[in-house]
């Protein structure tokens, strides 16, 4: 008996020591039998190799593994010059569809096709998987460990289509010999090139081993990570990464620092998934971690032109659609740099659109209605100055809102700033689930703006200002449209302002109503302020065309009011101006002020045929008497007018 054992341990020992030659065939075909693939073994009997011994391991010029019928190449992954093994535990678990784990894999060339279709269906899943009900983009792609690895020269293609991923992929993987406390593990360098496209925008990257990395040994999974360095560029993005990716390849958490640059913000969501605006050229950087189907981003600081912006985001793809919630922050925002958003062309973005003369004010680009299906998102606003680009106006300080992005419907709501020792409170939407137009609704209150501080260019160094008081307004309109110009060429509803505790200068008013005398009077004494008692200003908009009901000023001298329309489909004018003084005046050209024409090239009609006779008139008298010229010039006032404005304007109240 004992010499039987002996026998047959040396029979082993023997056939371990030659690599089973006779018996490589026949382990291949029952292995591929236990994979659900085709195992081929190339070199006969002379060249390939079979070992037992601590697991199954092949070696042979050539190795190949079969692809699944419905895959669109033939093979799973091609060995030349090679070895391949793997524990009998880890082959049971790879029948069950389990993670790949290989005890060894050399390759003096390695090539490898790596299929996903849009049904969920991987090519990499051996054995006998559990059916999927459906495909996510954001499912995981293959787990591999390997124990010992050198790689000569590999090629993998990855064709994904849930994720829209295809790229192939060089690389090499060169072991480095352990020192010091690893001296037991195997650790490698590794380089990779990858060419191809993600969500439809090409795609070029570079990785490699800042330090050797190695596969974790038991208990270590959750502690080995590898130190990478990525360099890639995705449609007009271009973006780096340098930190810790995961110890096994292609999954697992990855953290570090990242830098982005890109034409736009939207460049880097649409290769993300994730619905950004069109904005100016931008750089960014910061620290991300991904787990799993999260990624966190703490972004440090975002430059886009004059705007500088911070935050912290979450996005979670675990969710359909994905959700993105964070917390939007920034010292400065620069309305301009969103331009493109609405519409605008900037010359960093679309400098053929900046250089080409436009014959409209609007912008007519269309809005990118289907990306707002992209995701849903939460997310906080707290912006320290917010700059409306308007030279004129100061800009808003301590911008707050909470965005909200659900169903295709995008609302900012419990919007707040500040503006010139006021408020400014509201919510803006803009439904997106019919592609074929959105629908705005604002609605904001405005209380308690300083003028003069509001418009700096009413002040005067030394002196009262132009126009002072404190301004209110309510704003609640809708429009629908593809682009800026549509939506407000079709607005409706109400916009109405009063101005309280108002003063204005003297000189201004007497010139407005053409009161030359009175004007000069206040040329050469000084000009004061007049108290305003009442200012008012209510448009309509049906259509897209604004009709003042009417803009009234009253002061104690005289009552200005205008009227007309305002075009926004056309963008044209027809407004008129008009003035009922309160008191007697010596020499006055009173006249209706009527502007016309279109936004670009308005223009301003001061004098109609009644002023012409009444100068004609004046010239005439002179002739006989030079005082008598002067008659015609005299206005005793227009007192009742100027009475049934002031009770319409006193009228006006704000809605509560």
């Known amino acids: 008996m004992v010499c039987t054992l002996l026998v047959v341990a040396g029979a082993a020992a023997w056939g371990e020591q ?35 011994w601590g697991g199954l391991r092949f070696e042979a010029p050539k190795l190949s593994v079969s692809a699944p019928e419905w895959a669109a190449h033939r093979e799973l992954v091609v060995i030349e010059d090679g070895a391949v093994g793997m524990g009998y535990g880890a082959l049971w678990r790879m029948t069950r569809g389990g993670d790949i784990h290989l005890q060894r894999l050399t390759a003096r060339r390695l ?59 060089a690389a090499s993987v060169v072991p480095v010999p352990g020192q010091g406390a690893a001296a037991s593990s195997a650790s490698w360098q590794v380089a990779a090139q990858a060419e191809g496209s993600y969500q439809g925008q090409p795609l070029k990257a570079s990785a490699r081993s800042t330090e050797p990395w190695r596969f974790p040994q038991a208990g270590e999974l959750d502690k080995v990570r590898w130190p990478i360095e990525v360099q890639a560029r995705v449609g007009r993005a271009e973006a780096s990464f340098k930190g810790l990716a995961a110890s096994t390849l292609l999954q697992g958490p990855v953290s570090g620092a990242f830098q982005l640059a890109g034409p736009s913000l939207s460049a880097v969501g649409v290769p993300l998934g994730v619905t950004l605006p069109t904005t100016a050229a931008f750089r960014m950087h910061g620290q991300v971690r991904l787990e799993g189907l999260n990624t966190h981003v ?46 605008v062309p900037t010359a960093t973005s679309e400098p053929e659109q900046a250089k080409a003369p436009r014959d409209r004010v609007l912008p007519d680009r269309a809005f990118n209605l289907p990306s707002l299906a992209a995701m849903n998102a939460d997310v906080q606003v707290d912006i320290d100055v917010f700059d409306t680009g308007n030279a004129w106006l100061q800009p808003m300080t301590a911008l707050k809102g909470h965005l909200l992005l659900k169903d295709r419907v995008l609302r900012l709501e419990s919007l707040s700033t500040r503006l010139a020792k006021g408020n400014l409170k509201g919510l803006i939407s803009l439904d997106g689930r019919d592609p074929a137009k959105a629908i705005l609704h604002t609605a904001l209150d405005l209380d308690d703006v300083k003028v003069e501080q509001w418009v700096p260019a009413l002040q005067r160094e030394g002196r009262s200002p132009y126009l002072s008081g404190d301004l209110a307004a309510h704003v609640d309109v809708t429009g629908q ?20 505790n108002g003063q204005m200068s003297r000189l201004g008013v007497e010139l407005a109503g053409l009161d030359i005398m009175q004007g000069l009077v206040e040329w050469v004494k000084g000009d004061d302020s007049l108290r305003i008692g009442c200012a008012r200003l209510v448009l309509t908009a049906r259509n897209g065309l604004l ?18 329309s305002i075009s926004i489909p056309d963008e044209t004018l027809d407004l008129r101006a008009r003035v009922a003084p309160k008191d007697f005046s010596l020499v006055t050209l009173r006249t209706p002020i ?9 223009q301003v009609q001061v004098l109609n045929t009644s002023v012409w006779l009444r100068l004609l008139g004046s010239a005439a008298l002179m002739v006989v008497n030079p005082l008598a010229g002067l008659v015609p010039l005299v206005d005793p006032g227009q007192r009742d007018e100027a009475r049934q404005a002031d009770a319409r304007c006193l009228a006006a109240r704000l809605p509560q």
């Open 18 to 52: 030659q690599g089973w030659p006779w018996l490589v065939k026949p382990a291949a075909d029952a292995v591929g039998r236990l994979l659900g693939r085709e195992v081929k073994v190339f070199g006969g009997a002379e060249q390939a190799r079979l070992h037992f």
């Open 111 to 169: 090539q490898g096709w790596l299929e996903r279709d849009a049904a969920g269906r991987a090519n990499w899943t051996l054995g006998d998987p559990k059916p999927r009900p459906q495909a996510s983009a954001s499912a995981a792609l293959p787990s591999i460990q390997v124990d010992v690895l050198s790689l000569g020269q590999a090629s993998v293609m990855l064709d994904d289509a849930p994720s829209r991923l295809h790229v192939t992929v």
């Open 298 to 343: 703490d972004v440090a600081r975002v430059q886009i032109g004059k705007s500088e912006l911070r935050g912290v985001f979450e996005h979670h793809r675990d969710q359909r659609p994905a959700l993105l919630t964070g917390h939007l922050q920034g010292r400065r925002l620069a309305l301009v740099d969103l331009g493109p958003a609405v519409g």
């Open 481 to 500: 449209g593809r682009s800026t110009a549509q939506l407000l060429s079709s607005l409706n509803g109400q916009i109405e302002a009063v101005l309280s």
């Open 547 to 564: 009709q003042p009901h009417p803009v009234i000023v009253s002061t104690k001298v005289t009552t200005l009011w205008a009227d007309g």
């Open 594 to 602: 009527r502007v016309t024409g279109t936004w670009q090239q308005p």
